[in-house]
């Protein structure tokens, strides 16, 4: 079982950065399954058990207001994305149900060309297996650097 | 105040006119003025936040933070008093303390030479002081108590921890007046806040621009759609603005009025703010009853840089750092308080989603003030106008008004002597 959950949770993360990254945020909250979480926090909060998120998503609706909230609402410079991602670690396995870490780096391309390492840090996910596809039930992104700059926009 | 004064070292700038209503963009883009305000404001008679109370619960605890471009360690000592200094050795100038924060701590020792410090800021204790087998050492007349860094008057309002360089500045009850008294204790008094989060937002300019921003009660129903839309803040509902004596604390609230009629001045002004936006989960913005008065919204400011907000249940204080003409960190502490139940914080995370660097509202204070930066590039002989509201900074009870805004520039300008 192990190493095709590594398989299909790979697979999984390079489907959610593609999404993100080519501009395709209204199919983001579909990438979530079951009892959808988001957050994205830091490293210290993270460690110091500080709950509150710069995102803070548990349920799906929450994720397509955040999408619409971008598309229709906020003002923000037209940007985008490009994640690289590292390799998954399998923290647990039980049953169907499969923790990981991810490490991640992720560019900003801001539209005057300015390109600059927005943020890297660790997605802990939880996933469930299911007909051999790692469905996402939560994922909190937790960013190394607890200084953000400007605007978090688009999520991580 | 009202003389026309040419700013510090930059002849050729355009003077600052008379009156409250237009701002020269040069005080934005120089660094000589950056550098009088950390003499003037940052050292000067101002009470400045550097903490939480509980954020130092027991003795020994201790953080850094900063006043300014200096920096500061805040600590508790076993005497449970709240004692600052300057982080800066008494011998060469290192910083004394590295780590944000930490706890049971009994001194302090620069890492450099390892002098060594209590923890209100005394030093006790100089390495090889007598010298090495007598020789070598500090003279005799080298006196400890004669050497520290500098300590800070404290102050603490409704469990914020202040600090000042100066010996002038007035006590803080004083300092702050009893409207924006009464309005920090609306929020904080008799409660114990619980820390949720800390976030720092990097902000690409100035930082009275963004106290600028915070202060101006006109712009939030119109850059910010999120507001207006899900009726949060409209500047025709109930409310106000407090502006202090000194201009330069601020206080701007608002209450929803669920029987007012659609306003038609706002549809009249065509704004972005009137779409049809609707949430996928409204569960966001359901709020509880947490202060009994309909109040919705409270933001308050201290002069020069530290903000009190209240978004329906999403608590926050917010420290204003500059770190160059251009830089600014806005730190973010997100509150919840310990008498909250499983159900209410819940609210207060989710609503958390209204503000810091990714909020629905307070993104936009993110990015905006850089547009201005990057928009008066070329124009420091060029003026902003503030004239929304009049040409004073007095309280009212319109919000389309600037008059807060004034009353930052009062204040300021009364504090630089220009």
């Keep these: 079982m192990y190493g095709n959950s590594l398989q299909y949770i790979t697979k999984a993360q390079a489907d959610y950065a593609r999404c993100i990254d080519d501009d395709r945020l209204e199919e983001w909250p579909s990438l979530f399954h079951g009892p959808c979480l988001y957050k994205i926090t830091t490293a210290s909060n993270y460690r110091d058990g500080l709950e509150a998120g710069i995102v803070f998503a548990n349920s799906r609706g929450m994720l397509t207001d955040r999408v619409s909230a971008l598309r229709e609402a906020n003002i923000y410079e037209r940007q985008t994305y490009r994640h690289i991602l590292g390799l998954p670690s399998i923290l647990s396995e039980d049953g169907a149900k499969v923790k990981s870490e991810t490490p991640f780096m992720v560019a900003r391309i801001l539209q005057d060309g300015d390109t600059s390492i927005y943020a890297t840090g660790r997605y802990f996910d939880t996933y469930e297996i299911v007909d051999g596809k790692a469905q996402l039930n939560e994922r909190t992104v937790v960013c190394d650097s607890s200084r953000i700059d400007t605007l978090l926009a688009l999520p991580l | ?418």
């Design chain 2, 1 to 418: 105040m009202n003389k026309i004064v040419l700013p510090p070292d930059t002849a050729n700038s355009a003077p600052w006119p008379e009156g409250l209503t237009r701002v020269p963009y040069w005080v934005f883009q120089d660094q000589s003025v950056y550098a009088e305000e950390q003499r003037k404001i940052f050292q000067g008679p101002n009470w400045h936040y550097l903490a939480l109370e509980v954020e130092l619960a027991e003795p020994g605890d201790f953080l850094t933070t900063n006043i300014g471009d200096t920096p500061v360690i805040v600590t508790r000592d076993t005497d449970n008093e709240i004692y600052a200094f300057e982080n800066r050795c008494a011998h060469r100038g290192a910083l004394i303390c590295l780590e944000n924060r930490g706890r049971h701590r009994k001194d302090f020792s620069c890492v450099y030479h390892a002098w060594n410090y209590d923890p209100q800021g005394n030093l006790t204790g100089v390495a090889f002081k007598d010298g090495i087998k007598g020789k070598g050492g500090m003279p005799d007349s080298f006196k400890m108590e004669q050497h520290g860094p500098r300590k800070l008057r404290i102050a603490i309002v409704h469990g914020l921890i202040f600090g000042s360089f100066s010996e002038e500045v007035p006590p803080i009850e004083e300092y702050l007046g009893e409207e924006i008294l009464n309005r920090i204790e609306r929020v904080l008094g008799g409660r114990t806040p619980v820390v949720l989060g800390r976030f720092t937002q990097v902000l690409p300019n100035n930082w009275k621009l963004y106290m600028e921003n915070v202060k101006d009660s006109y712009h939030a129903s119109i850059l910010h759609l999120f507001f207006t839309t899900f009726e949060l803040n409209r500047l025709s509902m109930k409310g106000g603005i407090i502006v202090d004596e000194s201009g330069g604390h601020h206080v701007s609230y608002s209450a929803i009025d669920p029987e007012a009629v659609k306003d038609v001045d706002y549809a009249k002004q065509q704004l972005r703010s009137e779409s049809e936006y609707k949430l996928a989960d409204p569960t966001l913005l359901e709020s509880f009853d947490e202060y009994h008065d309909g109040c919705t919204l409270q933001i308050l400011s201290v002069f020069p840089t530290f903000v009190l907000q209240q978004i329906q249940n999403a608590i926050a204080v917010r420290q204003i750092v500059p770190r160059a003409v251009t830089k600014t960190d806005l730190n973010w502490t997100y509150l919840g308080f310990a008498d909250d139940t499983p159900e209410q914080r819940l609210t207060r995370l989710k609503q958390a989603n209204l503000v810091g660097p990714a909020g629905y509202i307070s993104m936009e204070d993110g990015c905006v003030g850089g547009f201005v930066q990057r928009g008066i590039a070329g124009a420091s002989e060029d003026q902003a106008v503030l004239e929304m509201g009049g040409a004073e900074a007095n309280s009212s009870e319109s919000r389309v008004t600037e008059a807060s805004v004034r009353g930052f520039w009062k204040a300021y300008r009364a504090h630089m002597g220009i």
